[in-house]
């Protein structure tokens, strides 16, 4: 202390010494070096060093700077820096952690109850039987899994619910979804797979049978949700009612009344051994198909059974040989049909999943189908497909026929090839034209094209300098429809296209978009025509009768049309196509409309038209897109199209002619109307008589030759071949 005196008594030692300013002794201060006021007070009070220091107070104030000063560090640190994080205590991390916790399952909650709903647990797994009637009632396919009513366990006899744990998993009761006894012991010994009956509920509900770490993982996370909200019975409940016993039977009340013809609840203890026995593997223990091993696998439920004290050695062997009643219930109806495996899934769409078998009518015509299927089976068809579509004007669809055999190839021709329509695509064009203001009459050059990077022909090389739109398209004349569509645009054919309902890709621009190249389902092209029919479209192609629409709905859905006077002209060419055009061959006597369409190298042939109330499409084609010998759409598909409508139109064969007074021999003999160079059909099997300048030609479709009588007699002659391009 007598340091800091010295320097007390330093700094006011100026005032005594001489010098006045000068600083009194060797002190260097601030202090000392202070002029002397003579005024200041040298009495006052000088600190005292304590002669016991607070060291505490003094670490505690240390403490505090260095406190402050270290959370002024942490305020300044960021998330991404690792100090930010090593510095948290364990009761942070641990609070933390809780939270992330409690925030993970509550996301775990809203998946499960998103992904996994328990109300889906009581849903069948497989779709219920569905059974179609045609339009009068006629069962005409069924189709889907057999399930009856879901069970209750309380209903069931003891016996029945202790087969299935003895067999299927015997600590049911106690373990809580999952069995990890049961997974070491299947690990350990390589048999059984260890799965809980929860665990099999929750595979065959929620999940697919593919075979993954991550699927059991979700498996053993749905068992745990399926316990955590469910009784014990419940899940036997949904259990029993879901599982699969082969013989297409889900559930054990269908199996109980298929194999036993009795309900679950008076099963007997030998029947249910051997219905719990199936679950293992359904089909290899099917007892209708293989009943020696479903009895070797009852014994093994029937000894699990002991086992576990459910029945005495004494009673499991006075267990009988369970006797297997399988009763027909339903009659022989197909399980699929082209027509039913179209209408199938357009019935699921609105059903609710349930347990109830469902019987729904459909449009179809018992009547017409068959006429269809006789139809199509004496046609000549050779080593070709044929696909046949009939509907109402609105869509009703009332026969179908996909291929010439169903049990040989369930392949639709109808609505699932997607083939070129060739010619019947002019419609769309010459529609397209006449609401752009082209009338029937006007003219257009038919001359070869020569220049440009597509060039196609006229089927038979036939020109001219001028032809009429109606006699264009009723002799298809390939040259004078791609004029037409360069003419009016391909935009508005295209989208004169889209408004009848073609939803094919179609190029603008392209060309050969005129001629039919574009690819679409025989289904699709129908129901253009059966628009261009009702002068109302699109016509949506569907199998079951639909309500008549209110006001309101009918007020808010489109629905376009043509005019009336642009829908007479295109109905006067549809006609024309028929009567004397490309389609004599399905000539009708009353007022038919339709076209042909053949694509290159005769590849597909089709016709496409409607009478009366009924709108048919006829393919005919190798599955292979192979060319065929000749066939066009005017030969084989117009006959069938013209056979089938008449005889569903109950149409009688053309009347007789009046009985008239013999005429005058010696009277004027009229003229056939026929130009020269036309074919006059002579008869169904594709024989064409052709009169001309030099003489008169037969010939046959199909016949590589022809026969021509002219000036140097009778000449048998190389049929004419087709040019490149699309033929009608």
């Known amino acids: 202390m007598a340091l800091f005196d010295r320097f007390w008594k330093g700094s006011r030692g100026g005032a005594d010494g001489a010098g006045g300013d000068a600083p009194a002794g060797y002190y260097p201060l601030y202090e000392s070096m202070r002029p002397l006021d003579p005024d200041e007070d040298d009495d006052l009070p000088r600190p005292r060093a304590s002669a016991t220091p607070d060291f505490d107070a003094w670490?505690?104030?240390?403490?505090?700077?260095?406190?402050?000063?270290?959370?002024?560090?942490?305020?300044?640190?960021?998330?991404?820096?690792?100090?930010?994080?090593?510095?948290?205590?364990?009761?942070?991390?641990?609070?933390?952690?809780?939270?992330?916790?409690?925030?993970?399952?509550?996301?775990?909650?809203?998946?499960?109850?998103?992904?996994?709903?328990?109300?889906?647990?009581?849903?069948?797994?497989?779709?219920?039987?569905?059974?179609?009637?045609?339009?009068?009632?006629?069962?005409?396919?069924?189709?889907?899994?057999?399930?009856?009513?879901?069970?209750?366990?309380?209903?069931?006899?003891?016996?029945?619910?202790?087969?299935?744990?003895?067999?299927?998993d015997r600590r049911?009761?106690?373990?809580?979804?999952?069995?990890?006894?049961?997974?070491?012991?299947?690990?350990?010994?390589?048999?059984?797979?260890?799965?809980?009956?929860?665990?099999?509920?929750?595979?065959?509900?929620?999940?697919?049978?593919?075979?993954?770490?991550?699927?059991?993982?979700?498996?053993?996370?749905?068992?745990?949700?399926?316990?955590?909200?469910?009784?014990?019975?419940?899940?036997?409940?949904?259990?029993?009612?879901?599982?699969?016993?082969?013989?297409?039977?889900?559930?054990?009340?269908?199996?109980?009344?298929?194999?036993?013809?009795?309900?679950?609840?008076?099963?007997?203890?030998?029947?249910?051994?051997?219905?719990?026995?199936?679950?293992?593997?359904?089909?290899?223990?099917?007892?209708?198909?293989?009943?020696?091993?479903?009895?070797?696998?009852?014994?093994?439920?029937?000894?699990?059974?002991?086992?576990?004290?459910?029945?005495?050695?004494?009673?499991?062997?006075?267990?009988?040989?369970?006797?297997?009643?399988?009763?027909?219930?339903?009659?022989?109806?197909?399980?699929?049909?082209?027509?039913?495996?179209?209408?199938?899934?357009?019935?699921?769409?609105?059903?609710?999943?349930?347990?109830?078998?469902?019987?729904?009518?459909?449009?179809?015509?018992?009547?017409?189908?068959?006429?269809?299927?006789?139809?199509?089976?004496?046609?000549?068809?050779?080593?070709?497909?044929?696909?046949?579509?009939?509907?109402?004007?609105?869509?009703?669809?009332?026969?179908?026929?996909?291929?010439?055999?169903?049990?040989?190839?369930?392949?639709?021709?109808?609505?699932?090839?997607r083939r070129q329509p060739g010619s019947t695509f002019k419609t769309f064009v010459y529609l397209a034209a006449l609401e752009a203001g082209w009338e029937p009459d006007d003219t257009i050059p038919n001359t070869e094209i020569t220049q440009g990077s597509y060039r196609p022909k006229n089927a038979r090389g036939r020109y001219s300098d001028q032809i009429t739109l109606e006699e264009a398209f009723a002799q298809s004349s390939n040259v004078a429809a791609l004029r037409l569509f360069q003419a009016v645009g391909s935009e508005k054919v295209i989208r004169t296209a889209r408004s009848l309902g073609i939803t094919a890709p179609m190029a603008e621009g392209d060309p050969s978009l005129a001629l039919g190249t574009s690819v679409m389902t025989l289904m699709e092209l129908t129901a253009a025509y059966a628009g261009i029919a009702a002068n109302e479209f699109p016509v949506e192609p569907h199998a079951f009768a639909r309500e008549e629409q209110g006001w309101w709905e009918w007020l808010t859905t489109r629905k376009d049309s043509v005019s009336r006077g642009d829908h007479e002209d295109i109905e006067t060419m549809l006609r024309a196509a028929i009567n004397r055009g490309t389609g004599r061959n399905a000539v009708l006597p009353i007022a038919n409309y339709g076209k042909t369409g053949t694509t290159q190298d005769y590849r597909d042939a089709l016709f496409v038209g409607y009478a009366g109330d009924l709108v048919v499409g006829v393919w005919v084609g190798h599955d292979d897109n192979a060319p065929m010998k000749g066939v066009t759409g005017g030969s084989t598909p117009a006959r069938i199209w013209r056979d089938f409508m008449r005889a569903a139109l109950k149409l009688e064969a053309a009347p007789p002619p009046r009985a008239t007074e013999s005429p005058d021999p010696e009277g004027p003999v009229q003229p056939l109307d026929i130009g020269e160079g036309e074919e006059i059909p002579l008869g169904e099997d594709g024989t064409t008589l052709r009169i001309d300048g030099g003489g008169v030609t037969l010939s046959q479709e199909g016949v590589p030759i022809e026969v021509r009588l002219g000036e140097g007699g009778v000449v048998i002659q190389p049929a004419a071949t087709p040019t490149p391009g699309s033929p009608p």
């Open 172 to 417: 049911f009761r106690s373990h809580f979804g999952v069995d990890p006894r049961s997974i070491a012991r299947a690990a350990w010994t390589g048999y059984g797979g260890g799965s809980t009956i929860t665990q099999q509920l929750a595979k065959f509900t929620f999940l697919t049978p593919e075979q993954s770490l991550s699927r059991k993982a979700r498996e053993a996370l749905i068992a745990f949700w399926l316990e955590g909200w469910l009784t014990k019975d419940e899940i036997l409940e949904r259990y029993l009612s879901n599982a699969y016993f082969g013989d297409n039977q889900y559930g054990l009340r269908a199996a109980s009344l298929h194999y036993f013809y009795r309900h679950p609840e008076k099963l007997r203890p030998e029947q249910a051994a051997m219905l719990a026995g199936l679950l293992q593997a359904p089909s290899r223990y099917a007892p209708t198909k293989h009943y020696d091993r479903a009895r070797a696998r009852m014994d093994l439920v029937v000894g699990a059974m002991v086992e576990e004290g459910y029945l005495t050695a004494a009673e499991a062997a006075a267990l009988p040989d369970p006797r297997i009643d399988v009763r027909t219930r339903d009659d022989n109806l197909p399980t699929g049909t082209y027509f039913a495996d179209w209408a199938l899934p357009l019935a699921r769409e609105g059903m609710e999943a349930s347990y109830s078998r469902q019987v729904l009518t459909t449009t179809l015509d018992a009547r017409l189908q068959s006429l269809a299927n006789r139809v199509v089976a004496r046609a000549p068809l050779g080593g070709a497909q044929v696909g046949l579509v009939a509907m109402r004007r609105n869509g009703e669809v009332v026969a179908m026929v996909g291929g010439k055999d169903y049990s040989q190839s369930a392949f639709n021709r109808v609505t699932q090839a």
């Open 59 to 168: 670490d505690a104030k240390l403490a505090g700077i260095d406190e402050a000063l270290e959370g002024e560090e942490k305020r300044r640190l960021r998330w991404w820096q690792r100090d930010y994080w090593r510095s948290r205590s364990k009761w942070w991390w641990t609070g933390r952690g809780m939270l992330a916790g409690l925030a993970l399952f509550i996301v775990l909650i809203g998946w499960l109850a998103t992904t996994a709903p328990l109300s889906k647990s009581l849903e069948p797994i497989a779709p219920p039987q569905v059974t179609l009637l045609a339009s009068d009632g006629t069962p005409i396919a069924r189709s889907g899994a057999v399930v009856e009513a879901p069970v209750k366990v309380a209903d069931l006899p003891p016996h029945v619910t202790q087969a299935f744990i003895a067999i299927e």
